[in-house]
């Protein structure tokens, strides 16, 4: 009887070792990758899921991540929730001091909620200002206004509209301003409806303008109600 229990207490004593080992690589290392992507973070939760021998042999059933006012290329996001399935990584080569990294493709599938003073925080961010820019390029004359020329500086969140609001540096400072209608069309389209395009001199008036989000994306829904915009959905990570 007492030999049994000693079988049993070694046992536990290997598994929760093992456990430790876990907890004090693979946890930071996640954390520690996270970290190296983003500008700032008030909070970062890693939960990993998985048996031990799973996870020892690089293979992670599922990472669920949530962050608060993070900021990810410039771009300002005030909460993130997300979970990653069937994760293969270089786990051997972490526990020899390599950083983490991924070896395929994984869908993530989450939620993220930006405030209104996010978005304006945001315009800042060269991914936002310059896609922001190529938008208002599909429609001016070609060569008519430079990526350099254009500034913007106020976002408007109402119930499914936007309004954007900048300038355009020329002779002068003119300003302009897009005022849209945002719908989701499917996982992969997103349309603009009844966007208007105002500058000192001139009114664009269009009707309807689709956007390809891309493959690697699936949204599921994009809500916006007055001052916030939620969008929930998948996006492939690639290593």
């Given at each position: 009887?007492?030999?049994?229990?000693?079988e049993?207490?070694?046992?536990?004593?290997?598994?929760?070792?093992?456990?430790?080992?876990?907890?004090?690589v693979?946890?930071?290392?996640?954390?520690?990758l996270?970290?190296?992507q983003?500008?700032?973070v008030?909070?970062?939760?890693?939960q990993?899921?998985?048996?031990?021998?799973?996870?020892?042999?690089g293979?992670?059933?599922?990472?669920?991540?949530?962050?608060q006012?993070?900021?990810?290329?410039?771009?300002?996001?005030?909460?993130l929730?997300i979970?990653g399935?069937?994760i293969r990584?270089n786990l051997?080569?972490?526990?020899?001091?390599?950083?983490?990294?991924?070896l395929?493709?994984?869908?993530?599938f989450g939620?993220?909620r930006l405030?209104?003073?996010d978005?304006n925080?945001?315009l800042k961010?060269?991914?936002?200002?310059?896609?922001?820019t190529?938008?208002?390029?599909s429609f001016?004359?070609?060569?008519?206004?430079?990526?350099?020329a254009?500034?913007?500086?106020?976002?408007?969140?109402?119930?499914?509209?936007?309004i954007?609001?900048?300038?355009i540096?020329s002779?002068r400072?003119?300003?302009?301003?897009?005022?849209?209608?945002?719908e989701?069309i499917?996982?992969?389209t997103?349309a603009?409806k009844?966007?208007?395009?105002?500058?000192?001199?001139?009114?664009f008036?269009?009707?309807?303008?689709?956007?390809?989000?891309?493959?690697?994306?699936?949204?599921?829904?994009l809500?916006?109600?007055?001052?916030q915009?939620?969008?929930?959905?998948?996006?492939?990570v690639?290593?």
């Open positions: 009887m007492g030999s049994q229990k000693t049993f207490e070694a046992e536990h004593s290997s598994h929760s070792k093992q456990s430790r080992i876990i907890t004090k693979l946890s930071p290392a996640v954390r520690l996270l970290r190296s983003v500008q700032q008030d909070h970062l939760d890693v990993i899921s998985g048996g031990d021998r799973q996870i020892l042999s293979y992670i059933p599922q990472v669920a991540i949530s962050a006012n993070a900021v990810y290329q410039g771009l300002y996001l005030t909460q929730e979970e399935k069937n990584t051997g080569g972490v526990l020899r001091g390599q950083p983490l990294r991924l395929e493709p994984i869908p993530v939620e993220v405030d209104e003073s978005l925080a945001s961010s060269p991914l936002l200002a310059e896609a922001l190529t938008l208002l390029k001016l004359p070609e060569k008519s206004i430079t990526y350099e254009v500034h913007w500086e106020q976002v408007t969140i109402g119930c499914d509209r936007l954007i609001k900048g300038t540096a002779d400072q003119m300003p302009l301003t897009l005022d849209t209608r945002l989701l499917d996982g992969q997103l603009l009844e966007l208007q395009i105002h500058s000192d001199t001139e009114l008036d269009i009707d309807y303008f689709q956007i390809d989000l891309g493959s690697e994306v699936a949204i599921e829904t809500t916006l109600t007055s001052g915009l939620l969008c929930c959905g998948r996006i492939n690639l290593p």
